[in-house]
């Protein structure tokens, strides 16, 4: 089979790359056509497991889902996961390599570009299509030497590219314009074509600025793309994309942390229409009169849990807890729950042993091998069905172990306070299986009627219906091309 290849990049990040990928797999599909979404280099604490246990963004796990694929670590052989302002985990074809400063990550990527080029020509021998998504922006000329995730990518591999600008934000003009403009003659040339993504209002009120940057450019229009109303219901990549919503008389309170990680937990439960999510950023209380205060994980457990405190949420969460309120720790949350969290080897961060919130009878301790797999689990009280996944480091014992609510792998896994108002568990996921999620909203006294897979299913049958109506996919594969290892 020979492949052909497109890459999407951006203007600049957060243009809605990911997304038009997710819907354009979903097109292609329902043409005909087998599809592969391929990302070189991503950025995110957002990680999905695959089923041979490793690590991709999540972005190309909803990609892969609309192109009725299981995820693979080929979608996305480069995963930096940020553990701190200037350092990040290096994840290659799934597994942990390391971790980098950010400046030694950029004066030495030996090996990666052959990582992505041997994930990315695996899967060129196996689809129609592979839909390449860049990152970032093509324009930071800064990054040009020895990139892999824009211009190093596709000059290696041959690619053409499609750039997208977003005029939600202001200025496509110049976004676009002005990528033409400080690329080098070379990458210049590998853009095929343009389209302008998130507009709102009449789509003919932007014919002349479609048509200016056409002829500042040389680049052919693929469209404009108006707002796409229901991406909210769509799993969130990154930490800015992640917002409250604001749903029905239920309400889960999420402190947002600093390194939050995994927070997918929440999409389900913004699905429900009786349940609103409010998500409390730096600065702000965590409101008095929620239902659920919901920890969610973390790239930095010890970091996070300071962070936390730092921001007065602790007192919260403890003053929450004495008026009878319900708490839910999820991995890097359920730790924070315990009375100590013990790093020895400084695998999660700096070395050191801190007290944790102590609604938990439990201890952590970080080390041994990480754990990153796809799981099942039967709830113990109720046995119903649950599946997630765990993506973790570290060990937590201790009395309330004892009142696990999940039995996983044929072990109990979690926590349970002796009142039973706060739990823990390293269990991902829990709330996409629909008759847990009921069963859970049910015990805080509210009801759950989404069926949140075939949601997000429909969602992607909408986006792709969305973007043939306003973006020119004929003329999208007519500029495919097969990758230059196949043409040899």
Not at 12 to 40: C, D, E, H, Q, T
Not at 81 to 98: C, F, L, N
Not at 437 to 459: M, N
Request: hydrophobic share 40%; aromatic share 6%; proline share 5%.
């Amino acid at each position: 089979m020979t492949a052909k290849a497109i890459m999407i990049q951006g203007t600049g990040s957060n243009v809605g790359k990911s997304m038009i990928v997710a819907g354009l797999a979903r097109a292609l599909v329902r043409r005909g056509l087998s599809v592969a979404p391929f990302k070189p280099q991503n950025m995110s604490n957002n990680a999905a497991v695959t089923a041979d246990g490793g690590e991709i963004g999540r972005a190309q796990a909803l990609q892969a889902r609309a192109a009725g694929l299981a995820p693979h670590t080929d979608m996305n052989p480069v995963l930096l996961k940020p553990e701190t302002d200037t350092g990040a985990q290096v994840i290659v074809q799934g597994k942990r390599r390391g971790t980098r400063a950010a400046g030694s990550f950029m004066r030495d990527k030996t090996g990666l570009l052959d990582a992505v080029l041997d994930s990315f020509h695996r899967l060129a021998t196996q689809y129609d299509i592979i839909l390449v998504e860049g990152a970032g922006s093509p324009a930071e000329t800064n990054l040009r030497r020895g990139d892999i995730a824009n211009m190093g990518f596709a000059e290696a591999a041959d690619v053409p590219v499609i750039l997208i600008g977003d005029i939600h934000r202001g200025g496509v003009i110049a976004q676009i314009v002005g990528t033409h403009t400080v690329l080098d003659d070379a990458d210049r040339a590998r853009i095929r074509g343009f389209a302008v993504n998130r507009f709102r209002g009449d789509l003919a009120l932007f014919d002349t600025g479609r048509d200016d940057i056409a002829a500042r450019t040389g680049w052919p229009s693929l469209g404009v793309i108006p707002w796409f109303w229901e991406a909210w219901k769509l799993p969130a990549e990154d930490m800015m994309d992640i917002a409250s919503h604001s749903g029905g008389s239920c309400k889960i309170v999420v402190p947002q942390l600093e390194r939050m990680a995994n927070f997918d937990d929440l999409d389900p439960l913004a699905a429900e229409p009786e349940v609103s999510v409010e998500i409390v950023p730096a600065g702000q209380a965590l409101p008095g009169d929620a239902d659920l205060i919901l920890i969610p994980g973390s790239k930095s457990t010890i970091g996070d849990l300071a962070y936390l405190r730092a921001q007065g949420w602790d007192i919260d969460i403890l003053a929450h807890h004495r008026r009878g309120g319900h708490i839910l720790g999820l991995c890097g949350g359920y730790q924070m729950l315990g009375k100590t969290i013990d790093d020895p080897n400084g695998v999660d961060g700096r070395p050191g042993k801190v007290e944790g919130l102590g609604l938990l009878d439990v201890h952590t301790v970080m080390g041994g091998d990480k754990r990153v797999t796809l799981s099942s689990a039967r709830t113990l009280q109720d046995d119903l069905p649950v599946t997630g996944y765990e993506i973790h480091m570290g060990r937590t014992t201790g009395p309330d172990c004892a009142r696990a609510w999940l039995t996983l792998d044929g072990r109990d896994e979690g926590a349970v306070s002796t009142d039973g108002r706060v739990r823990g568990s390293y269990l991902h996921g829990i709330f996409t299986s629909d008759r847990f999620r009921a069963g859970f909203l049910a015990e805080l006294g509210h009801e759950a009627s989404a069926q949140y897979d075939a949601g997000v299913d429909d969602t992607l049958d909408a986006l792709a219906d969305h973007l043939e109506r306003y973006l020119d996919i004929d003329l999208l594969l007519q500029l495919a091309k097969p990758p230059a290892q196949l043409n040899r």
